[in-house]
């Protein structure tokens, strides 16, 4: 057996069967470009599903993480560190927020978006005990916990998880109707990617996302934007709502937040929101971290130079330009997305997305399909455009095969 099948099998034999990865075993990355342990260079289209906007062991991200590791790394939030203040305050400043929870992977931090809804909802709206009810979308994907898969609408993701949590209720995405039906006086909060990434980078009709913030503003209920994988350059903005000029109460993020290097995501809001918690309520021994603040500081700091921004928005542009040449040529159905980020779906009779990734991965190129016959695009933001251009002509290639 080769190197590769070894480790295959070794992993087939020892991890939960929860993920069907292509059959590639990366040794080392830098920039946009991954190394298999025989040598092999692949171009990685998929960025850890956007955890890696900066690329691969980003020089700024790397220097300053090997920086803090000489340091201190974690202290618990038992004791105040000298990265905390900064980070917090940097973060709600890059987000035009005052206040911000860490914690550290997505999923915590859409649980955390779901707790301070709730405990706002019953401190401040003033809705019955146990009466908080979310608004959330169909097709969404906010995590893997117990109370996120309870509003899921993916089979697979829920089926043999129950019991569920209650107090969601879930609308058709991209319908201001449905919302205001659903909407009650009880109702504390609509949790909503501004782009649906999992679902296979749905981007809403124009007007849905400032409809949602009409109405929620005028119902008194919190408009929660998970931008864990839509947020931080992505999309040409640092957010997904900018495009459409909504200001959310509450941002959800993760993914890139971490530089690709650690796990740190947050809740970024106003003080009257995040301002309901006392201590006791809500934590996490490793959120806001000194080794996760020094990491997302240089993130930020990143961000606020727009130079990522700027390059996801041109070299989207020319991707989205591409790519819509090749809708109606038979094998691609339609393109969406924005930035940087795509998703394509591909006529069942050229191959499911599994089919097309494999045969992308023999030349050399990486993505990750997603409800059957999409592939979704989102290349690191540092990557060149001759990589991205040489990316897509293996995409034509296969999609011509
Ligand atoms: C990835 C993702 C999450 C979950 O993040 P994890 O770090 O995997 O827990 C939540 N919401 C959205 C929109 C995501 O893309």
Not at 158 to 168: E, K, Q, S, V
Not at 264 to 284: F, T
Request: with cysteine; hydrophobic share 40%; charged share 20%.
């Amino acid at each position: 057996m080769s190197t590769t099948e070894n480790a295959i099998a070794s992993a087939e034999a020892h991890s939960a069967h929860t993920y069907h990865p292509l059959p590639v075993v990366v040794a080392t990355a830098e920039g946009a470009w991954m190394t298999d342990v025989e040598g092999r260079r692949y171009l990685d289209m998929l960025a850890g599903y956007s955890a890696l906007n900066f690329g691969h062991a980003n020089r700024r991200l790397i220097d300053a993480a090997k920086a803090q590791l000489e340091r201190v790394t974690l202290t618990s939030r038992a004791f105040h560190h000298d990265r905390f203040a900064e980070f917090c305050t940097q973060l709600a400043d890059l987000c035009g927020m005052e206040m911000v929870l860490p914690m550290n992977t997505g999923a915590e931090a859409v649980e955390t978006a779901v707790k301070t809804a709730r405990k706002w909802g019953y401190r401040v709206k003033g809705v019955p005990d146990g009466m908080a009810k979310i608004i959330v979308a169909s097709d969404n994907f906010h995590g893997r916990t117990t109370t996120i898969i309870s509003f899921s609408t993916d089979h697979e993701a829920r089926a043999d998880f129950g019991p569920y949590t209650p107090g969601f209720e879930i609308v058709p995405y991209g319908d201001l109707t449905a919302m205001r039906a659903a909407m009650t006086e009880n109702t504390v909060a609509v949790l909503l990617e501004p782009i649906q990434g999992e679902a296979g980078v749905l981007v809403p009709p124009p007007g849905y996302l400032p409809g949602v913030r009409e109405l929620t503003r005028e119902r008194n209920v919190l408009f929660i934007a998970d931008e864990i994988q839509s947020g931080l350059g992505r999309t040409g903005k640092t957010f997904a709502c900018e495009h459409e000029g909504v200001v959310p109460d509450m941002y959800v993020l993760g993914k890139a937040l971490g530089g690709g290097i650690v796990p740190v995501s947050a809740v970024v809001s106003s003080a009257a929101v995040l301002g309901v918690y006392r201590p006791g309520e809500h934590g996490s021994t490793f959120g806001g971290n000194p080794l996760a603040c020094a990491v997302a500081l240089e993130v930020i700091a990143m961000l606020r130079t727009g130079e990522f921004q700027q390059r996801a928005t041109e070299l989207g542009d020319h991707l989205h330009q591409e790519l819509g040449l090749l809708v109606g040529g038979g094998a691609v159905q339609t393109v969406r997305g924005r930035g940087l980020w795509a998703g394509v779906d591909i006529d069942p009779g050229h191959g499911t997305g599994r089919e097309i990734s494999e045969k992308l991965m023999d030349r050399r190129v990486l993505v990750k399909d997603t409800h059957g016959s999409t592939i979704r695009i989102a290349p690191p933001l540092v990557i060149s455009k001759e990589d991205l251009d040489w990316g897509l002509e293996q995409l034509r290639e296969v999609l011509r095969g």
